[in-house]
């Protein structure tokens, strides 16, 4: 699917979404709900990759890598995500996290407000890529931090949620 009908299919379902009312989810049904609109809003498989979400004392980072060095198909959907990603929130537009998590995540209006504030560094690493966020905002990096720990929480990714260098 190309990154524009991805796009057009996630606006629609996310507004769908937002139009019924939800019951209570337990915390296994609710990470099945993130772990499945994630594979298809990314386009990979949640299960052969590993997800980082990692703060700094300047920003911080979004990391995902393929959990077998030979999977070069999972390696390429990644960066090709993140990469998409990267350019999305530069521009302020954060649907693709509301829509996995079926909510707007903490920080995000604030990063929406002060996008000209970050930075957004997209960066191929071995097996994956990161989009490394930097602002010198102290408003923008409450913001940043307030996402991340989200994410972090989440994915249940056992990251640090204090900044570290």
Do not use: C, W
């Not at 299960?47 to 390429?76: M, P, W």
């Amino acid at each position: 699917m190309g990154l524009i009908a991805l796009a057009v299919t996630i606006n629609v379902v996310a507004r769908q979404t937002q139009q019924t009312e939800k019951p209570t989810q337990t915390d296994h049904d609710h990470m099945s709900g993130v772990n499945k609109r994630g594979d298809q809003a990314m386009g990979f498989d949640h299960e052969k990759t590993t997800h980082h979400f990692l703060l700094k004392s300047d920003g911080g980072i979004i990391q995902v890598t393929a959990n077998d060095a030979k999977d070069t198909a999972s390696r390429d959907q990644i960066r090709m995500h993140l990469h998409h990603i990267s350019m999305m929130f530069s521009q302020g537009n954060f649907e693709i996290p509301m829509f996995v998590h079926d909510r707007t995540p903490p920080g995000v209006d604030v990063m929406k407000r002060l996008k000209d504030s970050i930075t957004y560094k997209y960066d191929e690493i071995e097996s994956g890529a990161r989009v490394i966020l930097v602002s010198s905002s102290p408003d923008a990096l409450s913001g940043i931090h307030d996402f991340l720990k989200f994410q972090i929480e989440d994915h249940k990714t056992g990251d640090p949620i204090v900044p570290g260098k």
